[in-house]
């Protein structure tokens, strides 16, 4: 992360230099919006196909269909839920921002409602991932102190959308945290100029 | 949550004024910050104390001692790594606090730093809450789909432990997301005072 007293940010700066300065932090922040909206939206996608099925033996000769899908567990229904919300803020963020862009600046108060949601976004999809990946480490390695068995030997494919997934809103969790860091840093940069 | 344009904030304030707004600020930044701390260290402590000891039976007039410990899941573990960080951050962050308090204001730059940390916090802390409670779920209510049984209908007490320590991280991610928007909060009151 940039510090606040890099060599290229002097405290005080020209009008054209500044006004180059804020519409490139829009840049780097419809970029970062753009980059949510993509990873939270496959990573949606990819969760919410990972149906599979696959027969299993029940008893000798006998084999019945048993599916693995996300909604068999109230921690993958979360997870759809979080990135369904991030999703449609980053449709709604990015939109704003490409305005913002045109226009040649964003307003003060747009960008206060944009950290402010950010924040709140970045908790929800950082809880929603860990809640995921918590629940598919074990069925991914079981756990023999409860006699929780892996099913990832078994459903294979399951398991891979469901880890792509994971590693997707994982990213969708970064990006949130550097939209906040740049909207702080955009922040102090404008108040250390003044 | 307070909106920027409250009507007892007007754009120009007079400096005692200024200095008052401040240092309430800095009062309810201190107030969060020891919030933080006490429920990441109570959480902590709650989660590590909660070994429990069951006679299990395993043959017909054959029960052996098992047990129900937090590093029995990688997720717990995960858990307490995080929440001792924060912990340890609160503290620090605590003393900086009152001391910037006693001295009357706290330097723009440091602020700039307890809100890069406090936004980077939220997310280890939401994830961390997010994967023990996303874990500690299926040892309550189970998995009839992946046959993964309960486990807190034979270790009462250990998933008793497990879910106030939940509910405490619940807590110290709010009050890190409560300060990450009274930071932003305050810096853009002093954007718009100027």
Known sequence: MASINTPEAPLKTSAPQADYNRSKGLVVDVALRF???????VALIVM??????????VAPGLAVPLDANFNQSPAFIY????????????????????????????STKLQFHFVMFDA?????????????????YVGLKGNSHTRWNKICNTYGSFCFHVAASILLSLISSISLLLLVWLSIYVLFKKIARR
Request: positive net charge; proline residues 2%; charged residues 5%.
């Open 79 to 106: 997870f759809v839920a979080a990135l369904s919300v991030a999703s449609l803020y980053s449709i709604v963020t990015v939109a704003l921002s490409i305005l913002a862009l045109m226009k040649g600046g964003i």
């Open 48 to 57: 919410v196909t990972s149906k599979q099925t696959k027969m299993i033996p």
């Open 35 to 41: 980059l949510l909206f993509a990873t939270a939206l």
């Open 120 to 136: 709140l976004l970045l908790g929800i999809v950082a809880a929603a991932t860990g809640t995921a990946g918590g629940v598919a």
